[in-house]
């Protein structure tokens, strides 16, 4: 069975930072993309970044980039996003998920997904 966990989001002020990790059970992630979505209260799912499966490329929606980082650690499974320069537009609930077939998240397309977890940053 594949799970995916989502983990170390929370409440912070705008200008700072939190690092998501998206613990990953039952598959091998270096053989999958792996992408992180956001929804913000209101608001459609959006892509926020991706590694893809084969040379390990990142992608970044262009709100963020600059500011966030998506790093696949094989050894631990786990996937990290870590967001700097944080702002309130930032709030939402933050998911993982993973495609097998293909190198890119498109978001109709990816094969499984975590619960997500709610960020929170303050003005």
């Known amino acids: 069975e594949v799970q995916l966990v989502e983990s170390g989001g929370g409440l912070v002020q705008a200008g700072g930072s939190l690092r998501l990790t998206c613990a990953v059970s039952?598959?091998?992630?270096?053989?999958?993309?792996i992408g992180w979505f956001r929804q913000a209260p209101g608001k459609e799912r959006e892509g926020v970044s991706c590694?893809?499966?084969?040379?390990?490329?990142?992608s970044y929606a262009d709100s963020v980039k600059g500011r966030f980082t998506i790093v696949r650690d094989n050894a631990k499974n786990t996937v990290y996003l870590q967001m700097n320069s944080l702002t309130p537009e930032a709030t939402a609930d933050y998911f993982c998920?993973?495609?097998?077939?293909?190198?890119?998240?498109?978001?109709?397309?990816?094969?499984?997904w975590g619960k997500g977890g709610l960020d929170t940053v303050s003005s």
């Open positions: 590694i893809s499966r084969s040379d390990g490329s990142t």
């Open positions: 039952g598959v091998t992630v270096d053989n999958y993309a």
């Open positions: 998920a993973i495609r097998s077939d293909r190198s890119d998240c498109e978001y109709g397309y990816m094969d499984d």
